[in-house]
């Protein structure tokens, strides 16, 4: 009996004398009561006798007031003294102020600093991109990358719940392959022992296999291309989420897709408000996107951009202004079908009642932010498929185990590969790619 009581009358004790260590994006269920925080300085203010020290935790930022005339001389000290970016445990009563940012604050019995920084490189001033990317393992801890990369969390959480709900399987597949998926030229090589081996383009071969095993299946995971071209949409390591699925037809694929993305952005909108508002990310844009998406063929896609590109020939495969006159058109995220095949890769199958036309796929963003999904259904005869790897110059003996799929109960089947940091550059409205992964990978460059 008495054992639990003494247990209760430290934790009692305990509490009194020691705060509980809080979250500050939990700040507001403590209004009145003492905590502890631990976190960094993100940023001061001084205020005549007041001192204001803006805490972040990763989770929040929370506003400490310390006043002169009320705190211990030794705080108010540490207060004058603390640096950005300094460690630091912290303890005191929250209050409940309007005019706080956040709507809390904490007035401070104790500061205790883990260890002062000195000379913390990114000021809260602007700064330009070129001095911010090689110091991405600091910038990360800004308020703005701080939201991409909490939204980044909750794009990638609700893709996985989304096929996840539908009994998809999530079949992983190899980083270190033998032989191509998305075109020869943008491969980066590896020693393989003695043998050459090159970073996986896309899971979607291997997926393909899967699919067979398992019914409907996705990957998630890096993908590599080494591109040449520096724009705004491409880095050299991207993730890419990967479903496939047996017995299924391009109609199909693309009702998946839009659900897909349907579901993405309500919850988006109902996980990541906060971190819009602090993109300025009118949320308006994102409420707007409504299924059906346009669903137009190649050959419709061309006739459109042809009124503002008039240089634009049947045949050529889009670029980034193209892409931009079919955003602009609809508004609307829009799915291309039925491509010339030529501009496509070897696996997809061919229109029936027209050979030169691939049953492939793209959905195009709205607000210019370009292909984000690239797709289709597979060609499923080992014959064709065979005259295809011959045809594309690609190492037949690779790919033996591809062709063995189309001769063990082969059956039509699809999917598609989603572009995780181009749907995230959309989802947060921000320009480039680089700001939406932690560790951006680009032409050139590697650090850190
Ligand atoms: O259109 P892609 O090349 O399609 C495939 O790789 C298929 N094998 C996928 C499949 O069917 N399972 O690439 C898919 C998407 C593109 O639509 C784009 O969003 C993104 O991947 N992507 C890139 N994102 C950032 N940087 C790059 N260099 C990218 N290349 C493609
Ligand atoms: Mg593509």
Redesign the pocket.
């Known amino acids: 009996m008495t054992k639990p009581r003494i247990l209760l009358l430290t934790y009692t004790l305990n509490r009194l004398y020691y705060p509980m260590h809080v979250y500050i994006e939990n700040i507001a269920d403590y209004d009145g009561k003492k905590v502890l925080i631990k976190g960094w300085l993100h940023n001061k203010r001084s205020s005549g006798k007041v001192r204001f020290l803006l805490i972040r935790d990763g989770t929040g930022i929370v506003q400490s007031v310390i006043a002169k005339d009320e705190a211990d001389e030794k705080i108010f000290e540490i207060a004058d003294k603390i640096t950005q970016e300094s460690s630091l445990i912290i303890t005191g009563m929250v209050r409940k102020d309007d005019r706080a940012p956040g709507g809390y604050e904490i007035i401070a019995d104790s500061i205790e600093v883990l260890q002062m920084a000195i000379d913390y490189p990114i000021s809260p001033k602007e700064h330009s991109i070129d001095y911010l990317l090689p110091l991405r393992h600091l910038w990360l801890r800004s308020r703005k990358q701080n939201a991409i990369m909490r939204i980044r969390h909750h794009i990638i959480k609700a893709l996985r719940d989304f096929f996840d709900d539908q009994g998809f399987i999530c079949a992983d597949t190899p980083i270190l392959t033998p032989a191509a ?2 075109g020869t030229t943008t491969l980066f090589k590896v020693d393989y022992y003695d043998q050459e081996a090159y970073l996986s ?2 899971g ?1 071969l291997y ?1 393909e296999a899967a699919a067979a095993a398992l019914g409907k299946v996705y990957c998630f995971g890096p993908t590599f ?1 080494a ?1 040449k071209s520096k724009t705004r ?4 390591e ?1 993730w ?1 989420l ?1 479903p ?1 699925v047996a017995f299924i037809e391009l109609d199909g694929i693309i009702d998946l897709a839009e659900d897909m993305i349907i579901y993405m952005i309500e919850k988006v909108l109902s996980k990541s408000k906060t971190e819009l508002n602090t993109l300025k990310r009118d949320p308006s844009k994102l409420e707007s996107i409504k299924k059906p998406f346009p669903r137009i063929s190649y050959k419709e896609a061309v006739e459109i951009i042809k009124k503002k590109e008039p240089d634009f020939k049947y045949g050529d495969d889009f670029g980034a202004p193209h892409e931009a006159v079919i955003g602009e058109h609809f508004d609307q995220p829009v799915f291309i079908h039925h491509f010339p095949a030529a501009i496509k890769a070897f696996y997809m199958k061919r229109d029936p009642n027209d050979e030169s036309l691939a049953l492939g796929v ?1 959905m195009i963003g709205p607000e210019g932010y370009g ?6 259904q597979r060609e499923d005869d080992h014959d064709i498929l065979l005259k295809r790897i011959k045809e594309y110059k690609l190492p037949e003996e690779a790919f033996q185990w591809f062709l063995d799929l189309r001769k063990f109960g082969t059956c039509p089947h699809g ?5 995780l ?2 749907t995230i550059a959309w989802i947060c409205g921000i320009k480039h ?1 680089r700001e939406t992964i932690p560790f951006p990978r680009m032409l050139d460059k590697i650090y850190p």
């Open positions: 998926c998305e383009q896309s979607q997926n291309r591109e949409k491409h880095l050299t991207f890419m990967e496939e793209d292909e984000l999904i690239g797709g289709g999917g598609f590969g989603l572009g940091e181009r790619v």
